[in-house]
Every structure is written in C-alpha cells, then in structure tokens.
C-alpha cells in the first residue's frame, strides 16, 4: 500500500488552504484518509522555523531563508510524509519544494543549481505525485494581502519581486507539464473546486 503525494502552490492568496480544506473532506466522504500539512513547519521542529522565516529579523539572508526552509522540509518529510505515505495515505501539502526554486532561487536570486541541490539533499526521492499550481492576477493577490491583517518578511516584499514568483511558477508548469497542473483560481469558488476535483480524481485511478 503507498499513499499518494499533492502539494499545492501559488502566490499570496491564491485560495490554496480553502480548496486543500475541501479538497480534503471531499477525499475523506469517498473512504480514503487524508492529511493535510503546511510548509514551512508541521512539526514540533519545524513550527519554530515558520516562526523564524516568517516574522524573524529583516536582517535573515537569503541563503539562510533556503537553508531554514530546507532544514523544516528535511524534517517533514521524514518525521511526518514519508510514514504517511508507506501507510497509504493521501497528503495534501499547502507549498513544497516548488515554493523554494520559485520564492528562493526566482525571487530572491540565489542561484538554481544551489538551490536544487539543498533541495535534492532536504526530500531525497520523497516528490510530489501531483501539484496543483493555483493562479491568480497579481492586482487581486495584491487586493487580497491588503485586507489581511499584519504581514509577514515575505508579503511585504516589494511587486517586482511577485512578479518574478508569478513568472516563475509559469515556467516550472511548462517545465513538468506531467506533474504540474496549472489552475484559473480567478474564478467561482465551485468551478475552481470542480475542475481540482477532476484533475485529482483523474491522477488517483491512474495510480491504482
Ligand atoms: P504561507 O504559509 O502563509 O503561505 O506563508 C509561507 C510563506 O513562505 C509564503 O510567503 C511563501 C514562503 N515560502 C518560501 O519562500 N519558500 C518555501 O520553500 C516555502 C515552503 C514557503
């Protein structure tokens, strides 16, 4: 029995905790078990990180940025993902590895290959099955993080550096078209959800 892997990814406000939320019990009414995780943190190691990266000093590098993320993923994946999937459960992950060669090697600028190989060291050959990647205008993104309350490091980064993320989350999708399912999330709440159950549905029968 192995379970199955899906992250979801996306700028700021793109409406991924909502759909994982009904992604989930929607998975659960048809008898599978389901987790659902957050990165960065999801483990007693990790939440402390999340912390760290997201409300820590200005002054965090970005080197240090990849290497705390890497260091909860590292943690994750063995603590929580890996057991989850040798028991046959399906994972829901809010961001993975993606978020990191998009927010960290894109935004940031740090280059790719060291960013791929802290990566590669951090999950070792724990990868998603499936992710889906929900896109959103940045103007609506924008509208959406001004009605929040407080920000963290990464939401007061200035536009261009969104624009680099939103960029380079489009060339990751045309980089894995097999793993990578880009989705209009700029649409009705039950379309949205609709066209994730699909996608979702479709790639489970093809793994049974
Ligand atoms: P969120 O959970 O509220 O989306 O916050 C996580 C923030 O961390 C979000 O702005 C994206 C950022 N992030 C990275 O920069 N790199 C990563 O690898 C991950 C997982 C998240």
Redesign the pocket.
Known sequence: MSGFFITFEGT?GCG?STHIKKLAARLETEGHTVRTL???GGTDCGEPIRKL??HGPDSVTAET?LLL?NAS?AQLVREVIRPALKSGEIILC????D??TV??GI?RGLAAEDVQRVIDFAVGDTRPHLTLLLQIPLETSEERLARRMGT?R??QADRTFFERVERGYRSLAQKYPDRIHSINADLSMNTVETKIWEIVSNALNRSE
């Open positions: 700021e991924k957050r990165e960065p990266l997201k940025e993320m993923r809010d961001r993975f590895y978020s990191t927010y960290q935004g963290d990464f939401e």
